[in-house]
């Protein structure tokens, strides 16, 4: 148990998890976008904000883009979005993720 | 979130200096009110709610950007007239809807009124992010209504609002209301008549607005005032989860999206044929009457064989386009629409285009010119030219007489797959495959030479699932079936007493001569050569070069061409036409409907929306050359299974 908790842990501090490398269900909090401003305002008047919890809700079907739950809404983006934007570091073990 | 002295109300921003008492409003112009809020609000069915049957189409001044405008009856027979701003989800504008929406109400689009108040809605069930929009709104200094849609959700899902702590906090009075159930529009229609009886008076009270800019200090605005109007957002939409995790699953997503194809189009096949029936034998008994009572001579031809036979023709197919529309409208209203999207965009991806491109490529199944304007929703210049491009390829509903008209005559009614699907349907499928197979392999062929561009993004809201209102799916299929009718009266009724005249002259001897030596006939006949590989003759070909200004005049077409050939005592078109056409030749001819541009209004609103000739004259000769080849090579093979 222990060992798994510490190498999840060591897991996310290596790199700065993107919202793209988020399974569906798990909750992240959003650290940064890194789009084109056009893109990255859309995004954050839709509530992809700093600070903003985001949960992906689900995969759609063929893949290629996933549905997050975010501010109140569900807001479809293809992957190679979600990839710019990225998470806080946070220890997963610590968040407790909503239903 | 105090530098907001450049957005506070301003005097400056009020128009009309005299300001009206209530008696002597009857006599002012009235008053205009600007419906505004962000997209999946509610704002359409509040607008329906309000104007009911009082309301038209338009569009703005100077662009193609569609608004609805319509007279609001207050008691003491008020009138204020509404105008249905696109959806936006800030004044910061990204596309050109956004951009008007923010031009008008600042007032500085040309040749439109600034509005003199502002109704501003918003879904309650998302008040943290929808109050966003609240903070540009109140800083034009217009007198503004705030209406909280979707109250009986949010009452249902657990969640509340103090409306009276939140009018404080904004300085404009708030509602609460159900656009879709109508309660509480009797607060917003007091809202209009007072504002009408005294503008002055209903200027918003000066608050506190965050910089408009900033997105994060707007956003914690909002937040700030939902705490104190202790706002408690609703329990997530559980029918909405619950249909969604069918609607996306991987496996049953995809095949409630093919049965939703399917099952719209074998209904508009089969369950509107008695319909039209009806509407046949109308159109035929109405025909018999008028050539009874008119007196024998060229009035009567005139009227029974060139305008009757011509628009009567085209009347038909009333149902069946209405029929079709009716499935758009609730796919639309019921919020099934942007799943479709998700669903379609990786495959849309693959041909260089994205999931939103999906969307005027649907409409455009009902009629191009609604869905080239529906392109505006996409962002890149590039995609949104290459979806122009291939809209047409589409089956448009104008289409669709003419193939039902073929396939009735030619394609005998047999029943597949243990009576599912029946051999009429299926080959109707079979056209809308093709059309659509024809646009993807174009759009992929634009977007790798001519439209390279990057990857571009594809970003959705997916909205609650809402049960489609009769009020509104009514609303648009009178508004349909008006534009259909003035087609039916205008285009279509110009065509057909041109062509009557073109059929009947040069007089032989004082008489009207045989169609064959008529100046139809000749143009005709001159044409013949070039179309005789396709298996036309010079009948077909009187109806493709009619059909130049829109589909389904080919119909009516060989409706005056039979009309005059058999003098009104006319067996059935379709009989008509087993004469003139083989079945391979019937091939042809549907292959070349279902590739050609033949439509006048689209080439117009391509025209205007890429800004030039240069697309529309692209489209049109490319499609053209589609058509041509396509035809010749159906005609061909089909010419080795029929003999």
Redesign the interface.
Known sequence: MIFNKRSQMAATHKRPATLAELRNGEEGILDRLD?PD??A???????F??GNAIIP?????????R?FRV????????D??AARLFMRLHFPSIKAATP | MSNCHDSGPRKGLLPNPTIPVPHAAVNERPLIVAIIGPPNSGKSTLFNRLTGLRQKVANFPGVTVEHRMGKAKLKNRQEVFLVDLPGV??L?P?SEDEQVANDILKGVRPGFAKPDAVVLILDV??L??HL?LAAPVLSLGLPTLVVLNMADDLAVRGGKVDVAALSHELGAPVVLVSASKGTGVDRIQQFLSGTAANLAGAKPARVELPVLND??KC?QWASKLNTRASYR?PAPPIWTRRL??VF????F??LVFAAVVVAVFQSIFSWAQPIMDGMTYAVSMSGQWMGMVLPNGVVRSLVVNGVWAGVGSVLVFLPQILLLFLFIGVLEDSGYM?RAA??A???M?KFGLQ?KSFIPLLSAYACAVPAVMATRVI?NKRDRIATIMIAPLMTCSARLPVYTLIIAAFVPNIPLVRGVLSLPAATMLLLYVLGFAAAVITARLLKSTVLKSQ?S??????PPYRLPTLQSLSLRLIDRGRVFLRRAGTVILTVSIVLWILANLPLSHGKMPEIENSYAGMVGKTIEPAIKPLGFNWKIGIGLITSLAAREVIVGTLGTIYGIESDGNSEGLQKALHADLTPAGAVALLVFFAFAMQCFSTIAVVRRETGGWKWPIFQFSYMLALAYGGSLVAYRVANLFFQ
Do not use: K
């Open positions: 789009l056009d893109i305002r859309r995004l954050m008047e839709l509530g904000l700093p809700a689900r995969t759609a079907p063929g893949g290629g883009a549905v501010d109140g809404s569900e807001i479809a983006l293809r190679d979005t | 989800y800030s910061h990204r069930t998302n943290g992010r966003v997105v994060p956003r957002a969604d995790s996306l699953h991987p496996v997503g995809p942007a998700l669903i965009d990786r495959t991806a999931g962002e990857r993004s594809f970003i959705l809201e997916m």
